[in-house]
């Protein structure tokens, strides 16, 4: 028997897909992994923990020729493989699902965002047609899932629009241990330093934690480390036209261990998203990170993320589209370096008790326990 996991826009190391889901089936079902990339970086080896990557070939900058080629692609490598089961992670797979099905694989699409409330706010198309093509996607993947053997939903509230009896919630929870510190150093001792750590864009709060940044220059030299990559990627060049740019380091996509490190140095964790539709009932993977770290967070106060932060008493809410707010919160964790220790160690505690990887590591496999034929 053999599991393929196949990703046509994520890289071969993302967080949800390579370091969590594969690696935990690797070890607990008995099973060959394999992951199917589309990454450009060359073939892969059978790693540690038992997962070969095989890649592709590069994406394509047009996304049409990606969707086309990379689906053409994956098709020719799952022949290849003859897979018992393929879980997906891209609604463009969906295609490629349905016709899987037609010849007797098993599978599992594991949905990342609500995406027909995510194509609402596709920077790349054109607004009058953002509608219509939510509304499209909306009826095709309404279909599919009825077709497909799992659901894997990345949180309770995208679990709610796919049928019941076939899926579950599998959620971003932070794997322990991974990013926390044995001996942190104190708060105190740390460098002025704000971390952000994934996906880089206007709709994360990008502008406004610059301008932040600049205003809170007047009192305190702190200075924003940015993890992660841009979207689009021509955004980097205008934050660089900003005031605030001066006082950020940009260090790119980094590897588990680097970020790590990083947090451990950083005095608070920024999750500024946009109350957008796809945002407000998001659990979005870096905040549990910062508190997987110890790390106080400055979160967007929606209603979801005021429950978990208030609940855990781990940080401070602030509207993401008030550069002001988020100024006054990130000077009041410089100036009350014991109570923002405090919050960060209350964040890690409750990762420890409640938001980790290992209940929902025992959710994924207990599926696959159900569909591999020779359970």
């Known amino acids: 028997m053999h599991v393929v996991h196949i990703t046509s826009v994520h890289p071969r190391d993302d967080i949800r897909i390579r370091v969590k889901e594969c690696a935990s ?23 540690s923990d038992n997962i070969k990557t095989v890649d592709i070939g590069s994406k394509s900058k047009n996304r049409i020729l990606r969707i086309i080629i990379g689906s053409l692609r994956m098709w020719r490598a799952l022949s290849a493989i003859k897979p018992s089961i393929v879980h997906f992670h891209d609604p463009e797979l969906i295609p490629i699902g349905l016709a899987l099905k037609l010849f007797g694989v098993k599978v599992i699409y594991d949905v990342h965002e609500d995406v027909p409330k995510q194509i609402q706010n596709k920077h790349w198309i054109p607004k009058i047609l953002r509608g219509p093509v939510s509304s499209i996607f909306w009826a095709v993947e309404w279909i599919a ?13 995208i679990a709610t629009r796919f049928p019941e009896s076939k899926t579950i919630t599998v959620q971003n929870f932070p794997i322990l241990n991974e990013l926390s510190n044995s001996n942190p150093e104190p708060m105190d001792k740390r460098p002025f330093d ?8 206007r709709h994360r709060g990008a502008i406004e934690m610059l301008q932040a940044l600049d205003l809170v220059q007047k009192k305190y030299p702190l200075r924003l480390s940015l993890y992660g990559t841009y979207s689009p990627a021509s955004l980097r060049n205008d934050l660089m036209t ?11 996509w980094v590897g588990r261990g680097t970020v790590a490190r990083s947090l451990a140095r950083a005095r608070m964790g920024l999750v500024l998203f946009m109350p957008l539709p796809n945002h407000i009932n ?16 400055i979160a967007s106060d929606f209603p979801l993320w005021r429950e978990i932060v208030e609940g855990a008493k781990c940080g401070l809410l602030v509207d993401p589209s008030d ?14 370096p014991q109570e923002a220790e405090t919050m960060g160690n209350r964040g890690r505690k409750t990762v420890e008790e409640k ?8 959710k994924l496999v207990n599926l696959y326990n159900k569909l591999l034929p020779d359970k």
């Open 323 to 336: 550069p002001v707010k988020i100024a006054d919160a990130m000077v009041w964790i410089l100036e009350h």
């Open 355 to 362: 938001y980790n990887w290992e209940s929902e590591a025992s």
């Open 145 to 157: 899932v009825r077709i497909f053997d799992g659901i894997v939903a990345a949180t309770p509230a």
């Open 242 to 252: 900003k005031s605030g740019w001066a006082s950020v380091d940009d260090f790119g």
């Open 194 to 201: 704000a971390a952000y750590v994934g996906v880089i864009g």
């Open 282 to 297: 998001s659990q979005p993977n870096k905040l549990f990170e910062y508190m997987s770290a110890g790390l106080p967070v």
């Open 25 to 47: 089936l690797a070890s607990r079902i008995n099973q060959p992994v394999t992951l199917l990339v589309q990454d450009g970086k060359g073939p892969g080896e059978i790693s």
